[in-house]
């Protein structure tokens, strides 16, 4: 059996691996020209830490994480306003929980292929009917099944499925990532995140290994649409919050280094189309104010090439596939447009209380849990479980 896979991101290396261990011919293309450097931190837990438990690389994931002692929120004096150590949240979920740069989490997975994984960068699909690719460089592939691994913005989907204004919920915010050399900085973040404490907007810094200090942006706005320079832009959202974070948009990079895109969902009605699949966000983009992108796209990975496997056609492993994934997708989703944004980016002072209180009572015993429960939910069945 052949697999074809658009897309060399997390999804698609995890599909590509999963389905290499069951005896599949795997060929992955990707647009880019090489592997992205561009990316958050996470807190990698929940349904993709257990896929890629049970795909024998939680070693793997300890050796790529980074090292982090605890999370603080500073006011615009560069106060801190919350502390919380990190072992909390790792006593929370039974130390099933990693930090780590998605752009490492991405070569963990790339490195754990062997050399009969074909990867190939700048290329991506011109057509696809039925179990034929036509690709870019004018080559055609025949295959068994075609994954659209190829992120939020997926040409896949738009090819078989549809415009992306179809699927994609804009959630009204856009971000920003990317990565600086400044030692005044580092040394004030090391093994930490700190997190601006700010109304309708976020800036978080981590130290990262190497010395380098990386930033995630977060800002509220009513226009979907892209600046055509992300670099200006974090500067005009992101000046006048204090030293630090001047620092920090000061040493943003030139454009082309910088990760910019919209916070949204995408909410499609179906995943499968004849042996053409989505996985990951091509499919069910959470967002990034849910938390789980990264773990969600490794778990339905992992659950896709389970069903492929154990099935008695494609057909009927997509179909079941789709059929015991979408309930976990549609309960993120909506958890994260009922409760996680203003969580996550309040809107008013007396949200911004209500969190830090929130964080504060963490120290009480007999809270920690259930308040762990709101950040760190675990809306799903075991991934063993539901793959079997």
Known sequence: ???????????????????HHHGWEVQVVDHAPGPREQGYMIDFFGPGYEALTAMGLRPNLRRFASSV????????????TVSVDYTFFARALDGEIASIMR??????????????????????????????????????????????????HSHVRSLV???????????????????????????????????????????????????????????????ARLP???????????????????????????????????????????????RVALV????????????QGASLGIAGAYLLAERLHAA?????GLADYERRWRPVIRATQQAARDRVTE??????????????????AMRVPGLDRLLAGTLFPKNHRNIAELAR
């Not at 990951?280 to 938390?291: E, N, P, Q, T």
């Not at 008695?312 to 009927?316: A, C, N, P, T, Y």
């Not at 969580?343 to 504060?360: D, I, Q």
């Open 1 to 19: 059996m052949k697999a074809f896979i658009c897309g060399a991101g997390i999804a698609g290396l995890a599909l590509a691996h999963r389905l």
């Open 69 to 80: 002692d605890s999370f603080r929120y500073i006011d615009s004096r560069g106060r801190t």
């Open 103 to 152: 752009p490492a989490l991405e070569r963990m997975l790339r490195e754990s292929l062997t050399d009969h994984v074909d990867i190939r960068y700048g290329v991506t699909i011109d057509r696809i009917s039925d179990d034929r690719v036509e690709l870019s460089d004018g080559t055609a592939v025949e295959a068994d099944v075609i994954v659209g691994a190829d992120g939020i």
């Open 161 to 223: 499925f549809g415009p992306e204004r179809t699927y994609l919920r804009y959630l009204g915010m856009h971000t920003g990532a990317y990565v600086f050399d400044d030692p005044v900085v580092f040394e004030q973040v090391r093994g930490q995140f700190v997190l601006t404490e700010t109304l309708n907007r976020q800036l978080g810094l981590y130290g990262l290994a190497d010395g380098r200090v990386a930033v995630f942006a977060l800002h509220r706005t009513d226009d």
């Open 228 to 274: 055509e320079d992300p670099r200006e832009a974090l500067y005009r959202t992101f000046t006048g919050m204090g030293d630090l974070v001047e620092r920090a948009v000061a040493n943003c990079p030139p454009p082309e280094a910088v990760y910019y895109d919209q916070v949204a969902q995408i909410d499609a009605s179906r995943w499968t189309d004849g």
């Open 280 to 291: 990951g966000d091509a499919a069910y983009a959470v967002s990034l104010i849910a938390g």
């Open 312 to 316: 008695g056609s494609v057909q009927e």
């Open 343 to 360: 969580w996550f980016l309040p809107t008013s002072s007396v949200k911004l209380l209500a969190r830090r209180w929130g964080f504060r």
